[in-house]
């Protein structure tokens, strides 16, 4: 069964940071792309950063320069390093990994910003 379980969301104030961590298993992600998507109430889900399999890395332009998506192939494991966070910034953050023929989601986990 293929999972994909987010941790490491929580509360924190404007201008500190927080590290989001994904475990991927049930199959090989190497060939994925593993990234991160947001969504606040009675809005669209929001695309926030991707790592590609050849190592590149993708940012919406609302969190380029603050945030940073890595991944561990041997761990399976996507990372979100977000920096200088901001009220805005608040919202429920899902792990996603995406080929041309899957995508899986995990959970979501809430991320709370204090002014």
């Known amino acids: 069964q293929t999972q994909l379980i987010e941790s490491g969301g929580g509360s924190v104030q404007e201008g500190g940071s927080l590290r989001l961590s994904c475990i991927a298993s049930g199959r090989t992600f190497s060939k994925y792309a593993l990234g991160w998507f947001r969504r606040v109430p009675r809005k669209a889900r929001e695309f926030v950063g991707t790592s590609y399999p050849n190592g590149t890395t993708d940012y919406s332009e609302s969190v380029k320069g603050r945030f940073t998506v890595s991944r561990d192939n041997a761990k399976t494991t996507v990372y979100l390093h977000m920096d200088s966070l901001k009220p805005e910034d608040t919202a429920v953050y899902y792990c996603?990994?995406?080929?041309?023929?899957?995508?899986?989601w995990g959970q979501g986990t809430q991320v709370t910003v204090s002014s």
């Open positions: 996603n990994a995406n080929s041309a023929r899957r995508d899986y």
